[in-house]
């Protein structure tokens, strides 16, 4: 009997989150709404960050927050995504490194973009504003991918919003023939109604050339389907590949593939402290449940359990950077 832990591969938007805690007029000066999520450009990125100093950061972004969950089933993770070779990369390659997940694509030419960072600036108030630049991350290139994919990969998760980068497409097919070519069946999340809105008629195209799992939450399926009520929403999923799954935050989520619909409860959490990142364990729970060659609806209360460990702390993941979010500025 073989002993050989399945495989996950990861292909997303490499990001570092920096918790800082600054006073309130930090986000006046720099032209951000309290409370708010911004994206902004390499100039406004490196104010902030001079301004702010190093804060407490971690490891980020949607799918490497899947791929990293990983760690918590005991399952292998390799994550394709792009960092410069800055300190912010390095963080990022350590803390990836020390979760046993592999993340070989070289770093980012010196162009000065840096290493994407999602800055969490906490107030006294106790109120988080998130600052996003993606920096390198849209730097990943085909080239990476053909150097880099494993070839022993169970099932290849793709990140929607990879689609939004110069190269996107172009990097999501090739990741997609190489993991198809090896054997490995196709992941995708949406990754949100806006990504979807941007780039549907690439992602349908792609949902019915390659996708073999669809999972997302009711929104972002959704947004493909036309319409974003949670049944209709997983009945169009499940006429266009062979697995899906679709959350419904603390309605839980619906799952199918050929045996049947199912419904699964969200699991149980004393208070819910925040929902950032509980949709990326879901699929990690959910993806490493089918690797495993659980039932669906198996795997899709693994996806739930997974899920309920990231609710009761702030932030996708646990550690100094979900624990510093929730200190207030003194």
Same mark, same amino acid.
């Given at each position: 009997m073989s002993d050989r832990k399945p495989h996950i591969i990861g292909v997303g938007n490499a990001l570092v989150d920096v918790v800082a805690a600054v006073d309130a007029d930090v986000i006046a000066r720099h032209g951000l709404t309290s409370g708010g999520m911004h *994206?902004?450009?390499?100039?406004?990125?490196?104010?902030?960050?001079?301004?702010?100093?190093?804060?407490?950061?971690? &490891?980020?972004?949607?799918?490497?927050? !899947? %791929?990293?969950?990983?760690?918590?089933?005991? #399952?292998?993770?390799?994550?394709?995504?792009?960092?410069?070779?800055?300190? #912010?990369?390095?963080?990022?390659?350590? @803390?990836?490194?020390?979760?046993?997940?592999?993340?070989?694509?070289?770093?980012?030419?010196?162009?000065?973009?840096g290493t994407g960072r999602c800055v969490v600036l906490?107030?006294?108030?106790?109120?988080?504003?998130? !600052?996003?630049?993606?920096?390198?991350?849209?730097?990943?290139?085909?080239?990476?991918?053909?150097? &880099?994919?494993?070839?022993d990969g169970d099932i290849l998760f793709i990140e929607g919003y990879v689609w939004d980068a110069p190269h996107g497409a172009a990097v999501i097919e090739?990741?997609?023939?190489?993991?198809?070519?090896?054997?490995?069946?196709?992941?995708?999340?949406?990754?949100?109604?806006?990504?979807?809105?941007?780039?549907?008629?690439?992602?349908?195209?792609? %949902?019915?050339?390659?996708?073999?799992? #669809? %999972?997302?939450?009711?929104? @972002?399926?959704?947004?493909?389907?036309?319409?974003?009520?949670t049944e209709y929403a997983l009945e169009w999923a499940i006429g266009e590949v062979a697995v899906a799954a679709v959350t419904e935050s603390?309605?839980? &989520? *619906?799952?199918?593939?050929? &045996?049947?619909?199912?419904?699964v409860p969200a699991a149980p959490i004393a208070r819910v402290v925040d929902t950032t990142g509980a949709g990326d364990a879901y699929a990690s729970g959910f993806l490493g449940g089918l690797s495993l060659g659980r039932s669906v609806e198996e795997a899709g209360r693994m996806g739930a359990d997974l899920a309920a460990t990231v609710l009761g702390h702030y932030g996708a993941r646990d550690g100094a950077a979900a624990r510093a979010i929730a200190i207030p500025a003194a």
């Open positions: *994206l902004v450009d390499a100039d406004a990125a490196h104010a902030l960050f001079e301004e702010v100093g190093p804060g407490v950061r971690q &490891s980020g972004g949607s799918v490497a927050n !899947s %791929i990293a969950h990983l760690a918590d089933l005991g #399952l292998r993770g390799t994550y394709l995504g792009k960092v410069a070779g800055d300190e #912010l990369g390095r963080t990022f390659r350590e @803390e990836m490194g020390g979760m046993g997940i592999t993340a070989p694509v070289p770093d980012a030419a010196e162009t000065g973009t906490v107030t006294p108030d106790g109120q988080r504003t998130m !600052s996003t630049y993606l920096g390198a991350a849209v730097t990943l290139a085909p080239s990476d991918i053909e150097a &880099s994919m494993p070839d090739c990741a997609a023939q190489m993991a198809k070519a090896n054997g490995a069946r196709i992941a995708l999340t949406p990754s949100d109604p806006g990504c979807v809105e941007r780039n549907r008629e690439v992602m349908l195209g792609f %949902i019915r050339r390659h996708a073999d799992i #669809l %999972i997302g939450n009711h929104l @972002e399926i959704g947004a493909l389907a036309g319409q974003d009520d603390e309605k839980g &989520s *619906l799952v199918a593939d050929a &045996s049947g619909r199912y419904r």
